[in-house]
Structure formats: C-alpha cells, structure tokens
C-alpha cells in the first residue's frame, strides 16, 4: 500500500502561483511513477501531469504546457506541482496518483484509470 496526502491547495487570484506538494508512505517512493491529476465541478477528472519514478522525464497535458511543472524528491518521498499563471479554469480538486513502474512503460498516456494509489486531493481555487 502507498498512502498519499496532498497539501498546498487554498484560494488564489488569477495570474497567480500554488504549488502543491503531496507525501508518500509505505512502500517504496521510487517505485512508482507519479501524476497529477484534477475534477473540476461538473466536469470528469483529467490528467494533469505525470513524472517518471526517476524523475528524468515528464509529460504534460496540452492545457498546463509552459504554466505547470511538475517535479519530485525521491529522498523526500515527495511530488511536487508548480502551478504558475493560474486561471479561473484552472479550478479543481487536485489529485495525486501512484503508478508502479514495471513492467516497464511509457508514462506518455497515463490515463485517469491507469493509476494504483490516489490521495484524497486538494482544493485549488482561481479566483477572477
């Protein structure tokens, strides 16, 4: 079992930044490819951004591209979201998931089912 917490999320105005952080637990960080993923209401969830379990490739969707940037510290057990220029769209509860990495790969279209372990989200809140 992986146990994942997000934290970071809160209320920001438009053009500004979060940056979300999520912790893991249990069983080893480096084992596992990790996503961001969001809900918006109303809306289905959709993919975000993912990282490899080395954290040496990244793949993003198109709406983030230039504005996200995802990262992790393995040391730290750690997946990070950079989120800059936000907008009001950019309203969601945002999750983090845990893929196993093997057998091995492409994270490049990692889907919303594709994912092993999920946290609880956090909410991220866009203000005009």
């Known amino acids: 079992q992986v146990q994942l917490v997000e934290s970071g999320g809160g209320l920001v105005q438009a053009g500004g930044s979060k940056r979300l952080s999520c912790a893991a637990s249990?069983?080893?960080?480096?084992?596992?490819?990790m996503g961001w993923l969001r809900q918006a209401p109303g809306k289905d969830r959709e993919f975000v951004a993912v990282?490899?379990?080395?954290?040496?490739?990244?793949y993003y969707a198109d709406f983030v591209k230039g504005r996200f940037t995802i990262s992790r510290d393995n040391a730290k057990n750690t997946v990070y979201l950079q989120m800059n220029s936000l907008t009001p769209e950019d309203t969601a509860v945002y999750y983090c998931?845990?893929?196993?990495?093997?057998?091995?790969?492409?994270?490049?279209?990692?889907?919303?089912?594709?994912?092993?372990?999920w946290g609880p989200g956090t909410q991220v809140t866009v203000s005009p």
């Open positions: 990282i490899n379990w080395s954290g040496d490739s990244t």
């Open positions: 249990g069983r080893t960080f480096s084992m596992y490819h």
């Open positions: 998931a845990a893929k196993f990495r093997f057998p091995p790969s492409t994270i490049v279209g990692l889907g919303t089912t594709s994912y092993d372990y």
